[in-house]
């Protein structure tokens, strides 16, 4: 008897075609969805950019305040002095 006899071949008849189509669809899905990791020298450049743009809105608010301030001024200077007063709290 040759060896060739006592080979089996398994077949992959429990999967039925709609489930391996959509085995490859998940598969292609994966592929296209997956995300390479950032290196960290790029994350902390995106959070130093971040942290500077915060700043700068921060400060353009603070300007703002101290504008709207000084137009109502002659006005309603109590209202002009909130105003100032939540300026300088930042």
């Known amino acids: 008897m040759s060896t ?3 080979l ?3 077949t992959n008849t429990e999967r039925s ?3 391996n189509v959509f085995g490859a669809a998940r598969a292609l899905l994966a592929a296209l969805l997956a995300v390479k990791p950032r290196h960290p ?3 902390a450049a ?3 950019k971040k942290a500077a743009a915060a ?4 400060m353009r ?3 703002d305040l101290y504008e709207l301030a000084n137009s109502c001024a002659t006005v309603s200077p109590s209202m002009a002095g909130e105003l ?3 300026a300088s709290r930042g």
């Open 84 to 86: 100032r007063h939540l």
């Open 61 to 63: 608010d603070i300007k």
């Open 4 to 6: 060739a006899t006592n």
């Open 8 to 10: 089996t071949f398994h």
């Open 41 to 43: 020298a790029v994350i």
């Open 55 to 58: 700043e700068r809105s921060k």
């Open 17 to 19: 075609y709609v489930s």
């Open 46 to 48: 995106a959070a130093a």
